[in-house]
C-alpha cells in the first residue's frame, strides 16, 4: 500500500461553517457573495448547495432549509446532497453566522492551493509541448499563475471613509513643493510637455504618433534617455531598428555631431576625446534593449514581466506598434484591422499588470498629406479606433519645417497632446537639431486652445 498518497488541500469544518451561516441568518451570505464561487468547496455536495444558495439569493429569496430543500428538489438534487438531515446538519455546525466571512476566506485560501497545484500540473505538461511555439507556451505558463493569484486577490467594495484620508494627505502633499515630486509621474524631461501631462503616469498607455521621418525614435530614445539618467530602468522593445543602429543614435545625440560624420567615418580627435564621457553616460543608464524582429504580443508581455522582475522597469517603449503581431495562437482574428485592436488593448493591460507608463509608437496614415493643412489628427491614426479608445495619452509629432522649407519655425516640433484621460489637452513646442538626432528643452507650452490650429 502506498502511504504517500497526497490529498488535496481542503477545510471540511470551513466549508460545513460558510452554508450552517447562510441558513442561519438572512444576511450571511452577502457578506462572502463576491469572495467565493461554487468551485472553491472542496466537496461537490457543497458546491452543488453553494451554487442553488447563489440562485436563491439571486432571486431575492430567503435561504434557509425549507427554501434550500424545496429548490433542491425541483432540479432533482435533494438525495444528491444527503437529503434534509445533511441541511440540518450544517445548520448545526454553527452557532452564529458573524465569522462567516472568516470561514469564507480560510475555504478561499484552500481552494487557491488547489489551483496553484493545479496550474502546476497544467505548467509541467506545456513543458512536453514540442511542436507550439516556446514564446507562447511561457505566456501560457505565466498566464496559469497569474489567474491563480487575481482570482485570489479580488478586489470589493471599499468605503468612502476609507479613501479620505489617503485622498486628503496626497492633496495635501501636491500642494507642498518638498513632497509634490512623487506625484507627478515619470518626467519626460522636457518642460513644457511635463507641465500638460504632468509626466508620464503608472498603467497609462502612452501612444507617440506621427507620419515617417518626423522624429518618433529619436524623441522616444531622448525621453529614454532623459529619464534613465534620473536611475529609472527603461525597456526599449525596437521592431524597426537593430540595436546597434539605436545606441549609434544614442551616441550621435549624446555627442552633438552630425550623424553623417558617424556613418562615414568623420568623427574628428575632439570628437574621439569626449567619447569617452559618453561611453560612461550610458554604462551607468539602465536602458535595456531588444530588437527581436516580428515581436508578438505574448513574446513582449513575457519579456517585460522578466526585466521588470531581474532589474526592474519603470518605463516600456515599443518601436512601433503596426509592426507587431497578436501571435500566431489567436484564430478568431480576421483582419489587420482587429489585430490592431487587440495588441493595443494588450498593451494598456500590461501598463496595467506592471503598473508603469507603455510608450507605443505609431505611424499616421497618408490622409495627413492629402490636406491643406497637415497638423495631425485622432483621426490620422492607422487603424485608429482602438488605438484612440485604448490610449491615455496621445501625442502627435508636427514639424512645419518638414513641409515648408522657408518658414521660420525652422527645427521647432510641435507636441499636440490630443487626448489626455487625467487632464487638459494642449501642445509643447521642442526644438530639434536633426542631423545630431536630439531634441531640446524651450519651455513653451499651450493650452488646448491652441489646437484649434
Known sequence: MNDDIRIPPHNLSAEKSVLGSIMIEKNAIIKIADLIDPDDFYFDTHALIYKVMLDLFARRSPIDILTLASALKDINQIDTVGGEEYLKELCNEVLTASHIYQYGLLVKQKSTLRKLGSAGANITALGYKEDEDVDELVDKAEQELFKVSHAFMRNRFVPIKDILASTYEKISELHDPETAEKYKGLQTGYKGLDRILTGLQPSDLVILAARPAMGKTALA???????????????????????????????????????????????????????????????QCKIFIDDSAGASVPELRAKAR??????????????????????????????????????????????????????????????????????????????????????????????????????????????????????????????????????????????????AN
Not at 527603461?234 to 556613418?263: A, Y
Not at 506598434?321 to 480576421?334: A, D, E, K, P, Y
Not at 509643447?428 to 536630439?438: C, Q, T, V
Open 306 to 451: 522578466r526585466l521588470q522582475m531581474e532589474h526592474g522597469l519603470d518605463l516600456l517603449i515599443v518601436d512601433y506598434l503596426q509592426l507587431m503581431s497578436f501571435g500566431s495562437g489567436v484564430n478568431s482574428i480576421t483582419n489587420r484591422v482587429q489585430e490592431i485592436s487587440e495588441i493595443s488593448r494588450s498593451l494598456k493591460k500590461l501598463a496595467r499588470e506592471l503598473c508603469i507608463p507603455v510608450m507605443a509608437l505609431s505611424q499616421l496614415s497618408r490622409a495627413v498629406e492629402s490636406r491643406p493643412v497637415k497638423i495631425p489628427q485622432l483621426s490620422d491614426l492607422r487603424e485608429s479606433g482602438a488605438i484612440e479608445q485604448d490610449a491615455d495619452v496621445v501625442l502627435m509629432m508636427y514639424r512645419e519645417d518638414y513641409y515648408e522649407e522657408d518658414t521660420d519655425r525652422a527645427g521647432i516640433t510641435d507636441i499636440y497632446v490630443r487626448k489626455h484621460r487625467h487632464g487638459d489637452v494642449g501642445r509643447a513646442e521642442l526644438m530639434f537639431k536633426k542631423e545630431s538626432l536630439r531634441f531640446f528643452d524651450i519651455d513653451r507650452h499651450h493650452d488646448f486652445d491652441s489646437l
Open 221 to 283: 530614445l531622448n525621453i529614454a534617455m532623459n529619464t534613465a539618467r534620473k536611475g529609472k530602468s527603461i525597456g526599449l522593445i525596437s521592431l524597426e531598428m537593430s540595436k546597434e543602429q539605436l545606441v549609434e543614435r544614442l551616441f550621435v545625440s549624446l555627442l552633438g555631431v552630425d550623424s553623417h560624420k558617424m556613418k562615414n567615418g568623420l568623427l574628428t580627435q575632439d570628437d574621439f576625446l569626449r567619447m569617452g564621457t559618453v561611453m560612461d553616460q550610458l554604462n
